[in-house]
Nanobody, 121 residues
Framework: QVQLVESGGGSVQAGGSLRLSCAAS?????MAWFRQAPGKEREGVAAFLTGGPSTYYAGSVKGRFTISRDNAKNTVYLQMNSLKPEDTAMYYC?????????????????WGQGTQVTVSS
């Protein structure tokens, strides 16, 4: 069983930046970030797959968000720049040993509790 703990959320004005961190209790090959806004479905934001390695981004964040990983620390990061009000959501870290669809929530076995990101206009 892998436990994931997110940190780094908060409130920021539009155009600002935040960096999310997700520390895993053990090694998993693939890690990702998802988000869910009130009344909306959970959506994949970015994924880091070690086979490659390869990164994947949702179209809405491409060019603004960057996912990275520190294997020594079993930690994945999400650098979020040029934040917009529509980025406001609860952000979740997810992990899995094998992933076929990098931005599909059903592909992941382990989930963190989430960290809130609020972007004001």
């Amino acid at each position: 069983q892998v436990q994931l703990v997110e940190s780094g959320g908060g409130s920021v004005q539009a155009g600002g930046s935040l960096r999310l961190s997700c520390a895993a209790s053990g090694y998993t090959s693939n890690m990702a970030w998802f988000r869910q806004a009130p009344g909306k479905e959970r959506e994949g934001v970015a994924a880091f797959l070690t086979g490659g390695p390869s990164t994947y981004y949702a179209g809405s964040v491409k060019g603004r968000f960057t996912i990275s990983r520190d294997n020594a620390k079993n930690t994945v990061y999400l650098q979020m720049n040029s934040l917009k009000p529509e980025d406001t959501a609860m952000y979740y870290c997810a992990a899995a040993h094998r992933v076929l669809w990098p931005l599909a929530s059903y592909a992941y076995d382990y989930w963190g509790q989430g960290t809130q990101v609020t972007v004001s206009s």
